[in-house]
């Protein structure tokens, strides 16, 4: 399985979003798109879907941007792929004859799918977060 971009551009939108969370602070699309290097019309589309998902919410005006919609604590990362991607797209295998070889390696790749979807459903914004903040204390230690 691989990482889309889509999927990675709006966990780090997410990821900035949590970042404000506690202070219910209201980001624009720029705002975002520059702190995380993310293009910005296709910021916006993103953002879009993911309200429409009910993971984030907009506000119109001088003040208005994107807020999460919820704490990061019940956001899975399962809940921003599904969102994005679908579920299906996880469970999709490759329909091949049905040889005893096919059916052993579509098994193996089921497990593997069901594994993911596991791990994604356990981790958290939060859980990214603290893994962010734990990384950059890491990389402000200075060495004498």
Not at 25 to 48: E, H
Not at 62 to 77: S, V
Not at 86 to 115: P, R
């Amino acid at each position: 399985m691989e990482l889309s971009s889509k999927v990675r551009y709006a966990l780090l939108a997410l990821l900035e979003l949590a970042s404000h969370y506690e202070q219910r602070d209201f980001l624009q699309v720029d705002q975002i798109a520059a702190s995380q290097q993310i293009p910005d019309r296709y910021l916006a589309q993103l953002l879009m879907t993911l309200r429409g998902c009910g993971l984030v919410r907009s506000q119109r005006g001088a003040k208005g941007g994107y807020l999460l919609a919820r704490d990061p604590r019940l956001i899975t990362l399962l809940q921003v792929v599904a969102c994005l991607e679908g579920i299906k797209k996880l469970e999709e295998g490759q329909t091949a004859s049905q040889t005893i070889e096919n059916f052993v390696i579509e098994e193996v790749w089921q497990e593997g799918t069901l594994a993911t979807i596991s791990v994604l459903e356990r981790y958290t914004l939060q859980d990214l977060c603290e893994k962010r903040d734990v990384g950059q204390q890491l990389n402000n230690t200075y060495y004498i």
